[in-house]
């Protein structure tokens, strides 16, 4: 009895370091903990936020939609786009052939509507620069709408990757530079991957509120998923760090 008494005992103890080493495994295959993910925010030495529904309240394509008439069409795609039922590339293409903005319309849009910072986002880049941390705008937008807003942060053109439009000598559009990273899902990793290489970075930290955010890790090192604006159900899942307010990445640059 004895003998059957021990080898229950180291069966039912390798059975827990088993199931141990398989969620180990498991939590590795989802991305890094809540903590680790603190850790990196903590000691990151780079920033890239996205820019529509996290950097600012709104989703620049969709009010630039709004602003040509074709609002409610262009808006179904986004929903689809973030969400990640469908690539990047595909929603991009479609939203931009919906619109079809003429180079005077651009203009007239960026004149009229200035950037809508989202709540605190100001404060956080502010403490991030006094930090000396790099802050990069990694975005599936249009470089010509997220300038303004950059200039206002005191974020370098240079540290701004984004979307191009393209248009014919009379103005009219003529579709978008496909050679932008961003322009495709998985673009973000790119982007990620040049700037830690070409900037120097040791750890790089994304935050977005969207699925192509998350797909910068790798070789991005953290992802912290936001949801002051909007909240999509698959990143507040998948991202091991959720937040709704960027007091608490303030807060938590200390810790």
Sequence with gaps: MKILSSTLTRSSLLNQTIFHSLVCQLVSAMGLTLEETRRSWARADAVCFDVDSTLLVDEALDELAKFCGVGKEVQEWTTRAMGGGVSFREALE???????????????????????????????????????????LVSGGFTSIILPAAKILNIPAQNVFANQIKFYFDGDYAGFDENQPTSSSGGKAIV???????????????????????????????????????????????????????????????N
């Design 192 to 254: 990620a991957r040049i700037i830690k290489k070409e900037r120097g970075v040791k750890t790089l930290v994304m935050i977005g509120d969207g699925a192509t955010d998350m797909e910068a890790v790798p070789p991005a090192d953290a992802f912290i998923g936001y949801g002051g604006n909007v909240i999509r159900d698959s990143v507040k899942q998948k991202a091991a760090w959720f937040v709704t307010d960027f007091r608490d990445l303030i807060q938590a640059l200390d």
């Design 94 to 136: 479609a939203r931009l052939q919906i619109v079809k903005p003429s180079r005077q319309k651009l203009e007239e849009f960026i004149q009229q509507h200035p950037p809508q910072f989202s709540p605190n986002i100001r404060e956080l880049i502010a403490e991030l620069h006094k930090r000396n941390k790099q802050v990069f």
